[in-house]
């Protein structure tokens, strides 16, 4: 096999693969319920490109999403490839949250119950009071200017400003957008935010107040999430997404088709 048809293969290798994992993403996020109707959007960047990500056609149930059903959208917002029909909110939010953000390779943005919630409190804020919640810490930017609907491309302009440098944003009155550069990562960082967000929603029941972790404890046990992040030289996002699709491989094994 010559160079450049190697390069085409790996490429194409690449993007079958990205797209197994973007399937099951979706399916994954319906599973554990942070799917909402059949709104919102899970997307990633297409492999050995910068101007291009997969999207899944609107009007399908996340628990439906299969690795052949992506369409390409190109950065002018032109359908590449794929059915369509393409969701305006998905052009408006995705496509310059990918465009300004290098590190934004997946965006995942999700309506999901407790995380939710906490965005429509006063103080939105995922306090430190509970051990996932450390993770978090200094990861979350909070958006408090709802503006509606995002029917234009400046309401993604300005939500990708607000994350910032951060892998999260709670949006107010809305939901959350979780970057990362893989789809082990911001999966992992979206299922585990919502179990934080549900541990803190549950305690506020009670009625009680919070008890926080100390400052100085907060920033060792953040240290101690990032120092402990591979186990036997794995990182455990992809170990936690390698067991996840396991468990789609016994019981719903047509996401990778
Ligand atoms: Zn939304």
Known sequence: MNASLKSV????DAERQARIDLAACYRLAAHFGLNEGIDNHLTLMVPGHADRFLLAPFGLHWSEVKASDFMVIGFDG??????????????????????????????????????????????????????SALAFHDEIAYDPDYTGLAFDDGEGERLARAIGTKSVLM?????????????????????????ACQAQVLALSTGRSLRLVP???????????????????????????????????RSQADYAS
């Open 171 to 195: 949006m107010a009155h809305h939901g959350v957008l979780v970057v990362a550069e893989t789809v082990p990562v911001a999966f992992s960082r979206l299922y585990f935010l919502e179990r």
């Open 215 to 249: 400052e100085a404890v907060v920033r060792t046990t953040a240290a101690q999430f990032t120092a402990g992040s591979k186990v036997g030289g794995r990182d455990r996002d992809d170990l936690l997404f390698a067991a996840l699709k396991r468990m789609l491989d």
């Open 78 to 131: 032109k359908l590449l490839s794929g059915p369509g029909p393409v969701e305006d909110t998905a052009l408006h939010i995705h496509l310059p949250v990918h465009r300004l953000g290098p590190r934004a390779r997946c965006v995942l943005h999700t309506h999901m119950p407790y995380a939710t919630a906490l965005c429509m409190l006063e103080n939105p804020r995922l306090e430190m009071a509970v051990q």
């Open 9 to 12: 293969q790996s490429t194409t």
